[in-house]
């Protein structure tokens, strides 16, 4: 696998920082343009390349169903903050829930590389959140933008319409929260 990983990635213009640790690991690849992205060899296989010069586009990932399922587990109500989340090195924003002040999460997403915070709601009733979540990935995927890692994890050219279907979305749900109280 690792040849023909490196192969790939040595074809489309693509240099190794971190060396080959297997199909499940992320891998740090810097583009011909010198943008750096993560991507898993399984990925990179199905034509994803660089967020910054999207050559060639992302593929169709999951489905939207699977983000309702999981949207509803009693775990992921009880959050009460959301957040998003830059990483300008590879391009990509993130974003998600968490509770109380959120800043041991932002900690976290730190370490990974998302240094820049755009966007942090915290004290929303419970529910609110995960359902500011959820509704966002399910308009994103309905609009066919689909996560270029996991499940958050879009590309930054994104950034503009993430915000405004946030904002949406939280103004959605907070007037629901409102009118149920």
Known sequence: ??????SLALDS???????????QHPHLVRCICGA????YPERFKGEVRCLKCRAPEIPVVGDQNFYRRIADTPQRLSFTAFYIVENPDNYLIKFGVTNGTAD???????RDGFTK????????????AIRIESKTIDDLVGLNIYPARGREYFPGIYKPL???????????FLDEAGSEA
């Open 1 to 6: 696998m690792t040849d023909y990983f490196e």
């Open 13 to 23: 213009g693509c240099t190794f920082i971190t060396p080959y640790r297997g199909p």
């Open 36 to 39: 750096k992205f993560t991507v």
């Open 104 to 110: 041991k999460r932002l900690a976290n997403h730190r």
């Open 117 to 128: 915070r755009i966007a942090l709601h915290r004290g929303l009733p419970p529910g609110v």
């Open 162 to 172: 993430v915000q405004r279907l946030v904002r949406q979305n939280r103004r959605k």
